[in-house]
Every structure is written in C-alpha cells, then in structure tokens.
C-alpha cells in the first residue's frame, strides 16, 4: 500500500492511494462505514495491524476516493514526534569525495555514524527551501532512502530488523556545509528550518520486494548529480536499525535516513552549491519522485 498525508478543502488528512492518481481519505471513508481509524498517519502506524486490516476493507468497499489532482500533498508526518533520526557516511564512493575534497587520506567509518534533524526541518512535496546567505553561503543536498518505524522496539537483533519496518519514503537531507564544518559536527548544518524536504508517500514494506535494489537518483535542474542503488550502503539497513536501537527505544513514527551516495556539491571541483531559483528533484525507483524549488529568503 502507499500512503500520503495531504490537505483537502483546507483541513489536513491522510489517506491510501486506489490507483496512480486518486486516494482514498481514509478518515472520512471510515466515519461512513461506522468504523474508527486514527486522525492522522502518525496515529495509523502506531495503531498497527488491526488498523491495516480496517485500511484493507475499506479499499475493497469504498468509492470516497479523490483524485490528486484535488489535494495537495504534505510531508507524510508532517511534524514527526521526535527528531529525524539520519545516517551519515553511509555509501563508499560518498565518504571517498569527501575525503578527496579535503585532500585527505579516505578513512571508513567503523560504525554508523548518527545525527538528527528537528522536527522543524520537515516539509513535503513542492515545498520551497529559502537560501539565506546570512546564516549559509554553501547549501548542498542529499537524496536518501527513509525508514518509517512501524513496531516499537530497543536491542532490536538484525536479523529482526525487518518486522520493525512499516515502510520506506524519501527525504532530501539539505545541509549548510560551511556550518557544518564551523561548529564542528553535524547537528548545526543539518538542522536548519525547512531542511528535511520528505515524501511524497510512504510505501508499506510489504511492497518492496527486495530494498537493496532500490535506485536513488537527484538532479539539479535536470542535470544528474546523484545515482546509486541501496544495496551499495556499507551499513545495510538492518544493521543501521540493530546499532540505533541499542540501549534507545525506537517508536512507530520515528523516521531513519539512511545515507545519502557520492555526487553531492560541495565534493564536485569546483563546488557547486544550491541557489535561489533551482530546482532539486529526488527519485527512488518503486517509490515516488520528489520536488524541492530552493528560492530567496526573504525577511518578514
């Protein structure tokens, strides 16, 4: 199944697609069968099978669905309960740009390397990112596979990494790299507002035949920048899964991005960094595309 968040006539919901281009409000199709179903996806996932199951019958018995032409669509949490849980260093070539563009010796990480962005940072589909150059002169991005957490779960084994998995969407983790490397870590450059362009939908496991196949591809105008397949990650997602659960209870809802491949802009000679007026799109095969105008700030 494939889900997505939207606002239609003004009031936000959430629903699952029929076909390529209508979705069904599942909210309003269970108010009419007399059915319950929570009041947004977030509430969906951690309501886990039994609401799944609610989901199911009403596709097989409900003509309520929109077409998306009707709707516009948000990110699929729009405000995730918690920080977006994000994996740095993830694919080889990625970590070897970046060595060479600092002309220094290339180094794998022995272990997942983890860092968040706030919940603030979230926005959806056509959604703008504004580059403010009083705060970042150097905005790059970064096109990866996101996990959405479907069973609660701490010290989960890897070999049961899986069963925790509700689904898979993608995220565009936007970074400030000059503040990135001022402060000396992570957080600072990956966290401004606006950042975490995500979505368009939430494709359930179940859909995903085998993950490692998955293709992740960006461009800059159409121009090619990124294009690898997940199965090159040197942390496989259940490994990531295994390491981040350790010790910390991850919670349906909860959102991991995996990494992001070699072709990013600021590793490209001479550095090429977003602008107002660009347009980034994001793909993942079996997944979905998605589009992020980066536009001028403008102080209110």
């Given at each position: 199944m494939?889900f997505a968040?939207?606002?239609?006539d003004e009031k936000?919901g959430?629903?699952?697609?029929v076909t390529?281009?209508?979705?069904l409000?599942?909210?309003?199709a ?5 059915l319950?179903?929570?009041a947004d ?16 019958d009403?596709?097989?018995q ?9 709707v516009r ?7 995730p309960g918690k920080n977006v849980?994000?994996v740095?260093?993830n694919y080889l070539?990625?970590?070897a740009?970046?060595?060479r563009?600092?002309g220094t ?14 919940p603030?940072?979230v ?5 703008p990112?504004?580059?403010?150059p009083s705060?970042?002169?150097?905005i790059?991005?970064?096109v990866e596979?996101a996990?959405?957490i479907?069973?609660?779960?701490r010290?989960?084994?890897a070999?049961r ?5 509700f689904g898979?969407?993608?995220l565009?983790d936007?970074t400030a ?10 957080f600072?450059?990956?966290g401004l507002d606006?950042s ?9 496991r ?5 993950p490692?196949a998955?293709?992740l591809s960006?461009?800059?105008?159409g ?11 040197i942390f496989?997602?259940?490994?990531i ?13 909860d ?6 491949p070699s072709?990013?802009?600021?590793a490209?000679d001479p550095?090429r960094?977003?602008?107002?007026g ?18 001028a700030?403008?102080?209110?």
């Amino acid at each position: 199944m494939r889900f997505a968040s939207f606002v239609h006539d003004e009031k936000i919901g959430y629903g699952v697609f029929v076909t390529e281009d209508r979705i069904l409000d599942l909210p309003a199709a269970a108010r009419k069968a007399g059915l319950s179903l929570p009041a947004d996806l977030s509430g969906l996932i951690a309501a886990g099978a039994p609401a799944l199951a609610v989901v199911r019958d009403l596709l097989a018995q409900s003509s309520l669905s929109l077409p998306l032409s009707a709707v516009r669509l948000t990110a699929p949490i729009p405000r995730p309960g918690k920080n977006v849980f994000c994996v740095g260093r993830n694919y080889l070539d990625h970590v070897a740009e970046g060595y060479r563009a600092r002309g220094t010796e290339t180094k794998l990480p022995e272990a997942p390397q983890f860092f968040t962005k706030p919940p603030t940072a979230v926005i959806g589909p056509g959604e703008p990112f504004a580059v403010d150059p009083s705060v970042s002169a150097k905005i790059d991005y970064e096109v990866e596979l996101a996990l959405i957490i479907g069973k609660a779960g701490r010290d989960i084994p890897a070999d049961r990494a899986w069963n925790h998995v509700f689904g898979f969407t993608i995220l565009n983790d936007i970074t400030a790299r000059d503040l990135q490397r001022r402060h000396d870590q992570w957080f600072k450059g990956k966290g401004l507002d606006r950042s975490c362009p995500m979505g368009p939908f939430v494709v359930t496991r179940d859909e995903i035949a085998d993950p490692s196949a998955l293709e992740l591809s960006l461009t800059v105008n159409g121009e090619p920048r990124q294009r690898a397949l997940v199965g090159q990650m040197i942390f496989p997602i259940p490994t990531i899964i295994a390491s981040l659960s350790a010790g910390l209870t991850l919670e349906p809802g909860d959102i991991i991005a995996t990494g992001t491949p070699s072709g990013v802009g600021y590793a490209m000679d001479p550095p090429r960094y977003l602008k107002a007026g660009d347009e980034v799109v994001c793909e993942i095969s079996d997944i979905g595309r998605l589009v992020t105008p980066i536009i001028a700030y403008e102080r209110p």
